[in-house]
């Protein structure tokens, strides 16, 4: 007899991940915009200091790490909330905000996860298409927006398409949204835009209470193993109704004392930007030279649309048949042919470049 699971279980989208990580001989993966460098020493480090500890629950309140990410970031501890990878607070901002009779707002094709908020809360998912350069589209989010919104979704630099939208734009939309709507600007790869300084968006915090900066140390900090993101808050409100409805050891302690140490080593934040950014021009470049036009990134990944005439599913499966691993737009929400291509080391981006001419 087959178990019966709720409405609820039936509406969710499966979140569409990538293959790979079981093999033996792991192939070049560029398909989850994942930082191609390992942990600092320093981090690892912290870690193994801390795998003495692994006896004793994790500090349920995250207090070091949430003490030294209000040093580093100027805002108080009251108003950062830390989530087993940004995701976590995501998922539980869906769960605390919304619920049948509400709306959220998000431009699409955008990050994966955001159709599940409205799936499992069975609020009404507003879907905003982007602009003809692939970037948000902020005064038609702006006209979805109504009494009943609670959640409006801002992801800049917007994966999957690698663009972002100067903070101009979003400060102007901040200024028209209504103070009932929470506005997430989803900010997982601010650290690659080179449009902005990372942290001018912190200043709009003390100005918006209804604002949350979500950030992670996913991908700048290659920590995506251990899952650990952040969220710097407008107000203490988001923060409280995070915690109400998780579990209370959501940050395990290993992921917590690597954030500390990750944070201490700004130098080699700049480092590795700097060597990713040399990565995404001059494969971007070689890109143009076959004839392809990729989105203008500003992040650790390329968004290249093939053309009507390609077909995406052949280009997947010829990459993964030459060890390439990169994601199928379609997968993604994409409603032409498309590929995302996280920048890796400069002997995977060649080991890509080749194998995708070759199919072309
Ligand atoms: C836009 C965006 N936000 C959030 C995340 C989630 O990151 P994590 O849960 O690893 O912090 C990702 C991961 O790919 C992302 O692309």
């Not at 959640?151 to 103070?179: G, Q």
């Not at 003390?206 to 899952?227: A, E």
């Not at 080593?265 to 392809?292: F, K």
């Not at 052949?314 to 993964?320: E, N, Q, S």
Request: hydrophobic content about 45%; glycine content about 6%; aromatic content about 6%.
């Amino acid at each position: 007899m087959a178990l019966e699971f709720s409405a609820r279980v039936a509406r969710l989208p499966s979140y569409p991940v990538a293959g790979g990580y079981a093999e033996q001989a792991p192939p070049v993966r560029l398909a989850s915009n994942e930082s191609p460098y390992p942990p600092l020493p320093a981090v690892r480090d912290a870690i193994s200091r801390a795998l003495a500890e692994l006896n004793r629950y994790p500090d349920p309140s995250n207090s070091q790490l949430r003490r030294t990410l209000s040093d580093r970031y100027g805002v108080a501890q009251s108003r950062i909330a830390i989530g087993n990878g940004s995701c976590d607070i995501l998922l539980a901002a869906g769960e605390a905000l919304l619920e049948p009779g509400a709306e959220l707002v998000y431009a699409w094709p955008s990050f994966s996860i955001y159709p599940h908020l409205g799936a499992a809360s069975g609020a009404r998912a507003i879907e905003v298409a982007l602009d003809d350069d692939d970037r948000h589209d902020l005064a038609a989010m702006l006209r979805e927006i109504t009494v009943a919104t609670r959640l409006a979704l801002v992801c800049n630099p917007n994966n999957p398409t690698s663009t972002a939208i100067p903070l101009s734009e979003i400060a102007a939309f901040l200024d028209e949204v209504p103070p009932h709507v929470c506005v997430i600007v989803d900010e997982a790869y601010c650290e690659f835009n080179l449009l902005e300084d990372p942290d001018a968006s912190i200043d709009l915090l003390d100005r918006h209470p209804n604002l949350v900066l979500l950030r992670t140390f996913s991908k700048v900090h290659g920590l995506c193993g251990l899952r650990v993101g952040f969220a710097l808050c407008g107000s203490d409100q988001l923060p409280l109704a995070l915690d109400q409805v998780r579990q209370p050891f959501f940050c395990n302690a290993l992921a917590q004392a690597a954030a500390v140490e990750a944070l201490a080593h700004q130098d080699e934040v700049i480092d590795r930007v700097a060597r990713n950014v040399a990565e995404r021009i001059s494969v971007d470049e070689r890109l143009r030279a076959l004839g392809l036009a990729p989105a203008e990134s500003q992040a650790n990944f390329c968004w290249l649309q093939l053309g009507p005439e390609r077909d995406e599913e052949a280009i997947l499966r010829g990459l993964a048949e030459r060890g390439v691993l990169v994601r199928g737009g379609g997968a993604l929400g994409s409603p032409v042919p498309a590929l995302r291509v996280t920048y890796g080391l400069p002997e995977e981006n060649t080991r890509f470049l080749d194998a995708l001419a070759e199919l072309l």
